[in-house]
């Protein structure tokens, strides 16, 4: 089995628990996911399965979309609604205030990532360190946003409509947008509605991915590989240079230089493959071994 499954995950799972729930639903040991969400969010997960999985490294760069909704006056340890108080403020901003205060977090520029996040400093995650009551000096990340816009409103919290990079903390830009307006923030919902080329309103729950399992249909949903290089040019190898590719040999191919999605004469996807001066070398393989 093998190919792309969309789930649209929900809260309290976690994305690791994502993946071990489909790996007994699929009986496939070779599961991966493209995006980690946090166990308040909800949405797209993109998972890989078999020798999908191999693709992953591609589809992390994706640039991802969430709906985050912004409470104002309150900040809490882990700079979403999950985590512990630590101070609250008359909310002195409204719609016109965050409006204005906006446009400072589009582009790029520099995000400090959260001690509540899996990145490892020392060789310790620094959500370890934090359920432990201590505190490190991070390094600022590179981040782009390429789209924040206020949408609407849920109940007192405010909505917003956000395309970013890999790397993006939304909590971490909630709580910089409550710092800049003067009254603290955090976020209180959170749901990613697309990565790279892939939506949400495609996806499947746990549940529904369960019940198509055991009726014999899940490798309907699954979507080919080669989906994710859509926007790369095709060639077909003879069954010579199939031969070579599946030796992990480049072959000499009369193609412009650039990246190729490479098939077989039967049409399997066999690589990504990349053409320089005259020869066509692997750049990932896909086929079965």
Same mark, same amino acid.
């Given at each position: ?41 909800? !949405? ?26 912004? %409470? ?21 901003? !409204? ?46 990340? %590179? ?52 990565? !790279? ?46 031969? %070579? ?12 230089? !650039? ?31």
């Amino acid at each position: 089995m093998n190919g792309i499954l969309l789930i649209d995950k929900e809260p309290d799972w976690t994305s690791n628990d994502v993946t071990a729930k489909l790996k007994g639903v699929l009986h496939e040991r070779r599961i991966g996911h493209s995006g980690t969400l946090d166990p308040m969010a909800t !949405g797209l997960l993109v998972v890989f399965v078999g020798r999908a999985t191999r693709a992953v490294s591609f589809a992390e760069n994706d640039r991802k979309r969430y709906i985050a909704s912004l %409470r104002l006056g309150v900040v809490t340890d882990t700079q979403d609604t999950s985590g512990t108080v630590l101070k609250s403020y008359p909310v002195t901003a !409204g719609e016109k205030e965050l409006t204005e205060v906006l446009p400072r977090f589009r582009g790029e520029q520099l995000q400090l990532p959260p001690m509540y996040s899996a990145i490892k400093v020392g060789g310790r995650k620094l959500y370890d360190i934090a359920r432990r009551g201590g505190e490190v000096e991070r390094q600022p990340r %590179r981040i782009c946003i390429d789209r924040l816009d206020l949408i609407g409103r849920d109940g007192e919290d405010f909505v917003l409509d956000i395309s970013c990079s890999k790397g993006t903390y939304i909590r971490t830009l909630c709580h910089d947008i409550g710092t800049a307006l003067g009254c603290g923030g955090c976020m209180s919902a959170l749901r990613r509605v697309s990565a !790279g080329g892939f939506r949400v309103e495609d996806a499947v729950t746990i549940g529904e991915a369960q019940r198509m399992a055991d009726a014999g249909e899940i490798e309907q949903r699954l979507i080919p590989i080669d989906r994710l290089f859509a926007g790369t040019n095709a060639c077909t190898a003879s069954s010579e240079e199939e031969r %070579r590719i599946r030796c992990g040999t480049e072959y000499p191919a009369a193609l412009p230089d !650039g990246e190729y999605r490479v098939y077989s004469e039967s049409g399997a996807f066999l690589m990504l493959g990349r053409c320089e001066t005259g020869m066509m070398k692997t750049i990932k393989s896909f086929f079965e071994v």
